[in-house]
């Protein structure tokens, strides 16, 4: 079994020039900023989209994590150590947002006043028949992420859908990598279970 | 390796985080064991099933544009504060202050105006002496003109002593040391 080297999103990491680019940033290049953010906006809009099931709210952290990250960014001893950084202010965001309360319920394809699809989302597909299909299925992915327990949920997004490794979740969320191991592992078995009936089909 | 090991495993195994020796035991297992190879491929299916329907969000250009205006906003140098906002900002000594800068306003206002005053009552002064000067030149021009064309001691006599009888011409003593009796 090959190790996934590649990360969701079509973008590739060059280590070298993203620790170029947090240099200049923690100097106030606000242009090394913005390539920084183009390189991870999509992660970490996605994560805490998965985290919190709304759209609009996953904008408004996503924005307010990355207006943190640029104040907090001269703290960042270990410049190689940014993705897990990162990714763990946007938890923090999420949690101080809604420790208190479950994720929003709401269905993401709402419509807005013009009766389309509030939501922007990434559909390539022309035929309806298949983008009707496929839009099914997306719901029920989403829905099987909701229903996962906060502690599997978070593992389970950042392993299986942001390819973090093991060692950058641990980071992420401050626990002991054979932790994290157990409970991704048990996070794919309970999503195994929820879409047993579509993987046969 | 027994299965439940190998079960333990099959999660890491799928996404590259064993170590090469473990990675291999597995490997083997799997060659070997039909129902850890069904449970690891239904393990694959189900990774591969949330990867092709998980919904993306795009990002939005907004969620930029705001950051940027934002982090905008927090480099701005502060604007350096003026007296007003100096003495609004220091309430400790604000009041004093103010007091203290009003007495100096009123005070060099008035001495201002004093000196301005000093000086018009100084130039009205001196104008007056000039003119006056003016005159008495003028007397004394006519007087010396009036004597050396007609020769009368009497107009060297001042007006003021003319009426009195032990004034002479010639009483007027000439204290010029260098001219002698003939000259």
Redesign the interface.
Known sequence: MAKRNSKPGGVTVDPAALVRWIKKAKRGDLGAYQKIYDLFARKVLNFIYRMVNSADEAEDLTQETFIAVYQKLESLKDNSKFEPWLFRIARNFVYQKYRTRAPATVSVDALDDDGQPATQLIDARKNPDEAFQAQELENVVQDVINSLPEKYREVFVLSAIRRLSYLEIAEIVGRSLPSVKTDIHRARLEVRKLVKDYLKV | MDCERCA?D????????LSGTR?LEV?SHLEICQPCREEYR??E???R????????????P???N???A???V??APAPSPGLFQLLTMNPWWSAPATVVAAAALVLGLWSYMHNQAVKRDLTQYMTQYIQAREVQEQAHQTQVFNLENTGAEADLIHPEYADNPFVTANSIPDMNPFRSEDQ
């Open positions: 333990n099959l999660t890491a195994y799928l996404d590259g985080e990675s490997k239904s393990l299916l189900t990774a099933f949330v990867e092709t329907h998980v919904r993306e969000l795009q990002v939005q907004k969620i930029w705001h950051v940027q934002h982090i905008s927090m480099e």
